[in-house]
């Protein structure tokens, strides 16, 4: 019966794809059975496929752990689109390699010192009304305690601010439901004060955790630094946050682990960390009242510690901002269920998810009952007051996230390899999946906002083993897209991740981002500012005293100006570029050989690179982005002479050009006139005007040819003067004009052809 | 009619996906009208969609461009699987936060100077008899002009080598057939000795370009710098370079832009680079008799400059190993056929690609057949001479690739963004497709190899524009995968490069790579060698002497040992780190807060990390992988201590256990074993034998089991002396090896579910 099912599948299929499919050697069943796929495979195909110039639902900002940077994919095509340079140098964007990135890279300098690489954890998107809004991305580094602000517009990363008190952070970074603050907390317990050492044997008195409020001003686009504060917590490992909403809002919750401040030592004969930190049942869930916090810091009640205003312990406790409550053992995610009502909890060493009750946690406070307090005298409210349901998922539940459907949720159970579905209203599981393996967070779209947006999810796989071709010792991450649409889970794709250990990601819908493709002419991308480096075309100079030479020039396809820097040797060299362009995706790049500075120039944009140049010699620097058909050509020399150095008398060699080869040139020059005015005739016999994309290729077009002018006049003056040479050279600079323009008309020609631009009558 | 067939289809598909999908809400053709897909768009998904755990059919390794880094990815699926650190740091890597990998980096240093970037440009697999080996893979730095040497048993970069005489290298790395030599050439004339300055009014006389040949030793695995030599070349930038196979085994061709050697200087009045570089119809194609040339410079004939053998190009001409042949003008590609027969060249600015034939040009060499000598006195041979045909494909062709099928070759297009696919035997055009946008480099499967394996091409288009969701003013690049099985090409995917400007690529059948999953415990992976700060479990250590702490310490799921490191401030420290794990894809990491080191640390890999302690204070580390449910809690301390700290009476605070706890934590153990004994018997239970993977596995558990042991005998005997704190601890300790052996083992036992294997009988 199998058999013959499969058979009639093949005919069916062979049926229905025999139709528009000419050139197709194979047919769908062919390529199944070559490929051994079977039915529920190319069903996953056709849901993550996204053919050439398709856009995906929605997008993924996914952090990129021990690499430093925030990784953008795409769902469901599951390809990445981008990794932005945030914590580590990077330079493909001239991050950590010109001027502007370097002063956003200083400022998470910590103890005055470089650091050249972050191990981010956790992105948050922007939030307006507690939902995504799509105009920043915040993101933290753990090793050395630092949050960083990206902006949406133009996927940079804007600032990095180095937190003043802690010595790492694990838990951020995650919003306030109108991004009034950043919330981070410290991990590993230490002294706040910098630079201060107390001997382990001093643990419970002197090392401190804590949460810091970073406060945003969303106008500048920038964390301000000084209206930020921090609370001091006891030496209870704080791990994630996540803050209240709707009703819950102007609270926030942090849980912890290794609350029974264990130090481990398995050198001098003490069980390690592993076995002492989880050796009680229970940790901590942080209760805070962020809100009242802000007031109190108004009220001049914080104290000063490294310049910061912190909030002592006493002091929140005296004002009835904080409390604890107990949580199963070990827990890493604290997740606020979309109505704000509930706190979900999972201890990755208890096979039980937790529901709390935003509810009853009020209540118990109201009534002041309290079962305990902590060593340190914080009110702790008793686990069975608070909770709403506990529900037996699994082993080593991990982190929740929210579907569209009403009290549906989604936790990933880290040693069973499985993500499990199930309803935290009514305390049932729903379904399981598994996936490959040991998954620690998990992403459904938007769905840690009011709103989640179902649809899909995406299981953060720690391990990825035999999925992928071997790559050798070190392998992939693995993100798997799994269909959340229907009852019943379903694997879709595997995602391997080829750079960096991502811990947690945030998907939104894609048509919430908006950013731009060109900058206002003469941008400080890392300031959103006017660069005071920028020129227009036209009004390049070089300035040189008192040993520094500034350099103030542009890029256009297919030049530099200047091409010639001459230096002496020990001179600060500072070059200030402008791209010129205004085309989409005309970004020229700019590097001195041997002098390690590189830049990214996207179109409006002004970078800087500077440098001693104290190595005596000649040094071509070129454009590094493959610009046109004369990127190569796109050079210049930079001449470091030794001090004291003669001009020599000697001139520049001169090319043999003659006549003829002049009237050679104006000939091509007419026949590639004649290429691009039957471009432009076709282009304007349509309505290319109803396609934004070849209106700006058009301007560029234009742009590029309008250039022509110039070049013509010098060409034609040196002509009449016989200075063939001249003549020659000025004739060629056209050419390249229009080869730019024809580049660009051709383009813009395939793309009408392509989506469908209709003829004008 | 149309709407007929939609509709016959509609239902056909409707039928034929009927089966076997229950819980698929859509049909496969809800899915296609939902998303917009057509046949063909369904046939491309199932040509490249890969299932999890499916294995790709090739693998690609792309440069990086200015990210300086290689990037492999695995076609038809078209998912990069990792970015290789080679040039530029990377810190999920570990690669320049460590000491193994920073001693790479630092060959690569230029003038006694630090460069953490790199413009790679052109990866060469090695080749045995013009074949693909896959055993190792090379590639140039541009800006900084330089080699690297990676090994593909673990995908490692082993080695970089500065050129001696460069300014910047555009040209390589290509490798002669049996990888005797990785040829690399100049791009920007320059002066060759060493920091020297000449004035560009001596363009002609003191600049020059040159090509380099690296000799390779492929039993060290690196490339063996004394017995290396370059060749004085004309400054014609040269550029792209292959060498030739069979028949013209023992030459190399390389091709070159601004024969003209013109110096552009717009600031000045002169017409800029761009113009007076592609003034003339023609450039010269360099042919070099690479095999007389290593005799020669085993004669002595070659000349030290900065220490490196160059033969001077009065040499060359003497002894009759440098010819020049006139090519189409700015040419990019050079690419020598499948057979030997015949070298083919692309001008970028003229609309013809060139097939010369090697036995005509040995025949004209032969018979002292020039039509003229360049200003250095090089023979000239000419091209009318040496031409096979010319056949004209169309605007700004590029490189050319080719198929398994004979005489086939693909040429891309830059200007008219399209690949077109012809005959170089009898100069017939075949077929074009667009791509986009803008095309530099293609790659066909093992393309330029002797034996091309023909299936797909990519192309490595410069410009996506409108391709993807929008990711700010820097785009992506795009690599499209075009299906070449048939008589017409065929698009199948785009894939956005998320990092990085590839600018070449090549692919290999992947069953010929067989990298390794885990190193030789205590191995320094960046020397293939024992390392020196390696131990055994038991034998961790700490010495201090003279200002000097060095750690040796070891890493297992899930503590490092030791866990305090105690320091004066101001001592240097280094901590050497062994991976204990023998699983596959059981990494750790290591990073100390603010210190600004990691390290990477697969599994028996050794690394170590080095600093100053020169900031007083508590310091934690950690494992910066998530390695285990107690992933968080591998931690540890570095204390700096101020000098002459005496330490305190205070002992280690101690938690209040009861024998109810040990009691509690005892039964916990046992509720545990219970577990795992019923995975054991699941596995044992079955073929597990069969499945190697899986034999690693129960092979790691058992590590992770074996070490209760001694845990155990250590809470047994503080119960005894009823230390119920040091019973409860060791005995949790018991527990935490458990769990790590019921992770794996239920990993295992999902692994057999999901494989098929079979029960015992």
Redesign the interface.
């Known amino acids: 019966m199998k058999s013959l099912?499969v058979k009639?599948?093949a005919v069916?299929?062979a049926?229905?794809?025999g139709?528009?499919?000419a050139?197709?050697?194979?047919s769908?069943q062919d390529?199944?059975k070559r490929?051994?796929?079977?039915?529920?495979?190319?069903?996953?195909?056709?849901?993550?496929?996204?053919?050439?110039?398709?856009?995906?639902e929605f997008?993924a900002f996914s952090s990129?752990?021990?690499?430093?940077q925030v990784?953008?994919?795409?769902i469901p095509s599951m390809?990445?689109?981008?990794?932005i340079g945030v914590f580590?140098?990077?330079?493909?964007?001239g991050y950590g390699?010109d001027e502007e990135s370097k002063a956003v890279l200083k400022g998470g300098w910590?103890?005055g010192?470089?650091?050249?690489?972050?191990?981010s954890h956790h992105p948050a998107i922007s939030e307006t009304n507690g939902q995504y809004d799509g105009q920043f991305l915040f993101i933290n580094d753990?090793?050395?305690?630092r949050i960083a602000v990206l902006d949406l517009?133009?996927?940079?990363t804007k600032q990095i601010v180095a937190n003043p008190i802690f010595?790492?952070d694990?838990g951020g970074a995650f919003v306030t439901p109108n991004t009034e603050y950043v919330i981070e907390t410290a991990?590993?317990a230490?002294?706040l004060e910098?630079?201060?050492?107390?001997?382990?044997?001093?643990?419970?008195e002197k090392?401190r955790g804590g949460i810091t409020f970073w406060k945003f001003d969303r106008t500048a686009g920038r964390i301000d630094v000084p209206k930020s504060f921090s609370l001091e917590l006891p030496p209870y490992?704080q791990?994630l946050s996540d803050a209240g909403k709707g009703p819950s809002d102007g609270w926030s919750f942090t849980n912890s682990?290794?609350s029974?401040?264990?130090?481990?030592?398995?050198?001098?004969g003490?069980?390690?960390?592993?076995?002492?930190?989880?050796?009680k049942d229970t940790d901590y869930l942080h209760v805070i009242n962020w809100k009242k916090a802000v007031e109190l810091v108004a009220q001049g009640k914080a104290k000063k510690i490294n310049g910061h205003d912190v909030l002592m312990m006493d002091t929140a406790v005296k004002e009835g901002i904080l409390f604890l409550i107990p949580e199963p053992k070990?827990p890493?995610g604290v997740d606020v269920t979309p109505d704000g009502k509930f706190i979900i909890v999972a201890g990755?060493?208890d096979t039980h998810v937790s529901v709390y009750s935003f509810d009853k946690i009020m209540a118990a406070i109201k009534a002041g009952k309290f079962e305990s307090k902590d060593p340190y005298g914080i009110p702790v409210i008793g686990m069975r007051d608070t909770l709403h349901t506990q529900v037996e998922l699994g082993?080593?539940p991990l982190h929740t996230q929210f579907d569209s459907k009403k009290c549906v949720a989604y936790t990933s159970l880290?040693?069973?390899?499985q993500v499990a579905k199930w309803n935290f209203c009514d305390g049932k599981v729903l379904d399981k999946i598994?996936v490959?393996?040991?998954i620690?967070h998990l992403m459904t779209m938007e769905g840690d906002a009011a709103d989640p947006k179902g649809r899909y999810l995406v299981a953060l796989n720690?391990?990825?083993?035999?999925?992928?071709?071997?790559?050798?010792?070190?392998?992939?991450q693995n993100h798997?897209l799994i269909d959340i649409?229907?009852?019943?889970m379903?694997?879709l794709?595997?995602?391997?991740l080829?750079?960096?250990?991502p811990?947690y990601a945030v998907a939104i819908e894609?048509s919430k981002?908006?950013?731009?493709?060109?900058?206002k002419v003469g941008t400080n991308?890392r300031t959103d500012k006017p660069h005071p480096g920028a020129v227009r075309a036209g009004e390049?100079k070089?300035e040189s005293k008192n040993g520094k030479v500034t350099v103030y020039g542009t890029l256009i396809r297919?030049?530099i100006?200047?091409?010639?820097i001459e230096v002496e040797v020990g001179d600060e060299v500072t070059i200030n570029l402008t791209n010129l362009e205004r085309a989409?995706?005309?970004?020229h790049?700019f590097?001195v050989?041997?002098y390690?500075v590189?830049a990214?120039i996207?179109?409006?944009?002004t970078s800087s690179v500077k440098f001693k140049a104290d190595?005596?010699?000649?040094?071509?620097y070129?454009c590094?982005?493959?610009?046109s058909?004369?990127h190569?050509?796109?050079?210049?020399?930079l001449?470091?002479?030794?001090k004291g150095?003669k001009?020599?008398t000697?001139?520049?060699?001169k090319?043999a050009?003659t006549e003829k080869?002049y009237q050679a040139?104006l000939k091509k020059i007419a026949d590639t006139q004649a290429v691009i005015d039957s471009v432009v005739g076709f282009i304007t016999s349509t309505n290319y005007k109803d396609f934004p994309?070849v209106v700006n290729m058009v301007e560029d077009a234009t742009d590029q040819l309008n250039k022509t002018a110039d070049?013509k006049a010098?060409h034609e003056a040196a002509a009449a003067k016989k200075d063939w040479e001249?003549a020659?050279?000025?004739a060629?600079?056209v050419?390249?004009y229009q080869?730019k323009a024809?580049?660009i008309g051709?383009?813009a020609k395939?793309?009408l052809e392509?989506n469908g631009a209709k003829k004008l009558k």
């Not at 580590?88 to 964007?93: A, H, I, K, L, S």
């Not at 010192?113 to 191990?119: A, Q, S, V, Y």
């Not at 080829?498 to 250990?501: F, T, Y």
């Not at 100006?561 to 010639?564: A, D, K, L, Q, Y």
């Open positions: 099912a009639a599948t069916l299929l049926a229905a794809f139709v528009g499919t050139y197709a050697a194979e769908l390529v199944m490929r051994g796929l079977n039915q529920q495979d190319v069903l996953s195909a056709a849901k993550t496929y996204t053919p050439s110039g398709k856009r995906d997008m990129g752990g021990q690499s430093g990784i953008v994919y795409g390809r990445i689109i981008k990794y580590t140098p990077e330079p493909w964007q390699y910590i103890d010192k470089e650091i050249t690489w972050g191990d753990k090793a050395n305690p517009r133009d996927f940079e010595k790492s694990h991990q590993y230490a002294p910098a630079k201060k050492f107390y001997p382990l044997e001093e643990f419970n090392y490992s791990d682990f290794c029974e401040r264990y130090v481990g030592g398995i050198e001098r003490r069980p390690p960390f592993e076995a002492g930190c989880s050796a070990s890493h990755k060493l082993l080593g880290y040693v069973d390899s598994s490959h393996y040991n620690g720690k391990l990825s083993i035999d999925r992928f071709n071997p790559v050798g010792p070190l392998h992939p798997q649409s229907n009852d019943k379903q694997l794709y595997d995602m391997p080829p750079l960096g250990e811990h894609a981002l908006k950013p731009g493709v060109r900058y991308s390049e070089i297919s030049h100006t200047p091409e010639i989409q995706d005309e970004t790049g590097t050989s041997t390690n590189h990214s996207e179109p409006g944009k190595k005596e010699g000649v040094y071509p070129y590094t982005e493959f610009c058909a004369l190569l050509e796109m050079q210049g020399y001449l470091v002479k030794p150095w001009a020599t000697k001139e520049m060699a090319a050009y080869d040139t994309d070049a010098k001249q020659n050279l000025w060629e600079q050419f390249q080869v024809a580049d051709l383009r395939t793309y392509q």
